[in-house]
């Protein structure tokens, strides 16, 4: 995993979650019986540190926390009861520029614009269309193979929280007139029914909560012009400082790994979600000695070592967040890495 130095006191990983998201979830699984420190060992780090905002851990512990608070809490629905009681403030710096947005539209607007500063191994999104309004939940490909149960809490999370952080946000009680869900429809619906209070769709394809857009055009009670302002400039300033810490290279990665979600785009693709052509995006990575190819190619073979070594993922799905059309084109690109065959490489692990 790729490391990214901020400053003496401070790293950041190639996937990563801020702490204040951490310590929501293990403050939270403390309150319902779990032990804050059991669970601070189980991720090796201090209660001290919960409480440094300017923190981020890893990928690893990051979903492990979710695991762990599910297990020493024995709550398998813990991300939507934590979802219930979510604030702004779990965002940081995101969450006081929700706090300062004219409506629940715009303030939702920030959290997907700005969400990667927060953590970049989950995704939101907003789609208008006629008078209704789409928010999606999105968590890495590479973390829904890897720990699916955690992925779900999270996006649970997500998904209640924003019910709630509406309400603090506007005062008033705000439904969506649609849940979509992508797990399979549980024996009980019941807890499900009562936090979203609309009509459920399970087994969908991504996680979206519909609204009418009047709805969303709520105003926000602490709005603040100026304060806006501020925080927008910050966060612009923050996002841009964590992309200009990566090489070009590792900025690559970065796209390949967390925008496309494991999936290897053409040279063309990445270029243009660069704003750049594909001549520049190539002379800019031989600049630093790599190639597109190799860059690709060694990505693939990292995915794929951590999911057959974390994962109980088949070798289709594998194959098939990896790029490869085929699990056979997948074996025979395995085999030109490591020499071996992934099935034995999962055996040995």
């Given at each position: 995993m790729h490391v990214?130095?901020?400053d003496k006191n401070r790293t950041v990983y190639a996937m990563y979650a801020?702490?204040?998201?951490?310590?929501?979830?293990l403050y939270g699984a403390a309150n319902r019986g779990a032990s804050l420190g059991n669970l601070c060992d189980e991720l090796s780090i201090s209660t001290e540190e919960l409480n440094d905002s300017e923190k981020f851990l890893?990928?690893?512990?990051s979903y492990k926390a979710w695991e762990k608070a599910v297990e020493f809490t024995e709550d398998q629905l813990l991300g939507l009861h934590l979802g219930e009681t979510s604030n702004p403030s779990i965002m940081g710096l995101i969450g006081h520029l929700m706090q300062s947005s004219p409506d629940l539209e715009k303030a939702f607007q920030?959290?997907?614009e700005y969400g990667k500063v927060?953590?970049?191994m989950f995704t939101y999104?907003?789609?208008?269309k006629d008078d209704q309004v789409l928010l999606s939940y999105e968590p890495s490909s590479q973390w829904m193979l890897i720990s699916p149960n955690s992925a779900r809490q999270a996006v649970e999370q997500a998904m209640a929280g924003t019910l709630h952080?509406?309400?603090?946000?506007s005062g008033k009680k705000i439904a969506p007139i649609f849940t979509r869900l992508t797990m399979a429809k549980p024996k009980s619906i019941e807890e499900y029914e009562r936090v979203f209070q609309s009509p459920l769709e399970f087994n969908a394809p991504v996680a979206q909560l519909k609204f009418k857009a009047s709805d969303l055009f709520q105003p926000v009670i602490s709005y603040d012009k100026s304060l806006y302002v501020l925080f927008d400039k910050l966060l612009h300033e923050k996002s841009e400082a964590l992309r200009h810490q990566l090489t070009f290279t590792d900025q690559v990665k970065k796209l390949i790994t967390i925008e496309f979600k494991g999936q290897v785009p053409s040279v063309e693709v990445a270029a243009s979600r660069m704003n750049m052509t594909g001549r520049s995006f190539q002379r800019r990575l031989q600049l630093e000695g790599k190639s597109y190819r190799t860059i690709s190619s060694q990505l693939?073979?990292?995915f794929a070592l951590r999911l057959l070594n974390t994962s109980n993922s088949k070798m289709e799905e594998i194959a098939d967040v990896l790029g490869y059309s085929e699990a056979s084109a997948f074996r025979r690109a395995f085999k030109t890495w490591t020499d071996a065959a992934p099935n034995k490489v999962r055996r040995a692990s």
């Open positions: 990214i130095t901020c801020h702490m204040p998201i951490i310590r929501d979830i890893d990928f690893e512990r920030t959290v997907c927060a953590t970049d999104s907003i789609q208008k952080v509406f309400k603090v946000l693939r073979k990292e």
